[in-house]
């Protein structure tokens, strides 16, 4: 089946930094989504995006989907962006498959 | 409401109790999912509902797992024989096809 690589595994940022987080998958993929997520709360989207480039506030994503990855750029990070982002790819198979993560801190 | 919900929430169970899991998905998505997430982990896909229909379900989904969505609206997740590697959060999410996922908020199971 897809392979989902997602990195880094671990970011630690101050307070205002910006970062770029990377979503590489094995395969075609349908689609393409980003989640954040809270301890103990469940994946929220951030973005449904298989390709081109979507812009939602200080976040933002680019899939190119002949490349096989994914890009989320978070700027001015907050405390509040704190928490593990995942990118989730369905590959025709009709289930979405999740990469393993990047667990992010943000630090006041 | 327009969101996913579930239920129960939380569950504690001794080893060999069967449980089951309520999901009710958004009205209009005709797709429901089942996934399972163990602490420090990314979701594990366990199957999946196209109305009424089970289409796919993973290795993951032991003969002990039981997963229905009867007339194409709420579904149930049951575990049979529940064992301590069960315990992990239920997570249901729906789409219509191709769709975007929407997640419930969870249902968090201990076996004792």
């Known amino acids: 089946g897809i392979q989902v690589e997602q990195s880094p595994p671990d970011l630690i940022l101050q307070e205002g930094a910006n970062s770029t987080l990377r979503c590489n998958f094995s395969?075609?993929?349908?689609?393409l989504q980003w989640f954040h997520q809270n301890p103990w709360g469940q994946p929220i989207n951030l973005f449904y995006?298989?390709?081109g480039t979507k812009q939602n506030g200080r976040l933002s994503a680019t899939t190119v989907a002949t490349e096989r990855y994914s890009l989320l750029y978070i700027s001015s990070s907050q405390t509040t962006d704190s928490g593990v982002y995942f990118c989730?790819?369905?590959?025709?198979?009709?289930?979405?498959?999740f990469g393993p993560g990047t667990r992010l801190s943000v630090l006041p | 409401d327009t969101g996913v919900s579930q239920d129960p929430r939380h569950k504690i169970t001794k080893r060999g109790q069967n449980v089951t899991f309520r999901c009710d998905p958004i009205?209009?998505?005709?797709?429901l999912y089942w996934y399972r997430q163990t602490l420090g982990q990314g979701p594990e896909f366990l199957t999946y509902?196209?109305?009424?229909?089970?289409?796919?379900k993973s290795r993951l989904l032991s003969d002990r797992f039981s997963a229905e969505r009867p007339k194409g609206s709420f579904s149930t997740l049951e575990i049979q024989r529940t064992e301590q590697g069960d315990s992990a959060m239920y997570l249901c999410?729906?789409?219509?096809?191709?769709?975007?996922?929407?997640f419930g908020e969870g249902s968090r199971l201990t076996v004792l």
């Open positions: 009205s209009e998505h005709n797709r």
């Open positions: 509902f196209q109305n009424e229909a089970q289409l796919e």
């Open positions: 989730a790819v369905d590959d025709y198979g009709q289930n979405f498959v």
């Open positions: 999410a729906s789409s219509f096809p191709t769709g975007e996922l929407f």
């Open positions: 995006i298989p390709s």
């Open positions: 395969d075609s993929v349908n689609n």
